[in-house]
């Protein structure tokens, strides 16, 4: 699963291996129906998911929390096909905008690796609560590939 993760300078990186072919991996990211069934760490999940996969396009996840509904939304600035996926990333009433998450999806031996990078977060505190986050979803994905 997660092979290494690191915060440093406000910049996530994160290394995940997954049991699944990089095709299934990418339309778990680029397809609503699937990315609304892992989408969200611990308890948290998503209500609501509008993607329009293309450069330019817009996407929008409400995730149900203890709390009430957070949104997170932005904007593909580059997309690859089961290769690479690369979005703005900000919380509706959030105190940062345009963080940029930067997806690139490679196959190993049958099994994929997904790199995750969480840039321009605006310090070490957020960069690490995203952290947190993205490993709970994470650990969701694997189980929801597994299924």
């Known amino acids: ?4 993760s690191e915060v440093k300078d406000g910049v996530l990186t994160m ?4 049991d699944a072919n990089v095709s299934r991996v990418y339309q778990a990211w680029a397809d609503p129906s699937n990315i609304s069934q892992w989408m969200g ?4 999940t998503c209500e609501s998911v509008d993607i329009d996969l293309q450069v330019g396009g817009k996407y929008r996840l409400a995730m ?26 900000q919380w509706e009433n959030g105190s940062f905008t345009d963080s940029l998450v930067t997806l690139n ?3 190993v031996e049958g099994q994929t690796r997904l790199q995750l990078i ?8 957020v960069a ?11 650990v969701k994905l694997e189980h929801f590939l597994a299924g």
Not at 15 to 18: D, G, K, V
Not at 128 to 138: D, I, V
Request: with cysteine.
């Open 1 to 4: 699963m997660i092979e290494n």
């Open 15 to 18: 290394s995940c291996m997954f």
């Open 41 to 44: 760490p611990g308890t948290v």
């Open 64 to 89: 149900r929390t203890d709390d009430g509904v957070m949104t997170a939304f932005g904007e593909y600035r580059e997309i690859e096909t089961d290769s690479k996926l690369v979005f703005t990333w």
């Open 105 to 107: 999806f490679s196959e």
């Open 118 to 125: 969480h840039t321009e977060l605006p310090d070490q505190g």
């Open 128 to 138: 690490e609560h995203h952290g947190q986050g993205w490993t709970g979803s994470l």
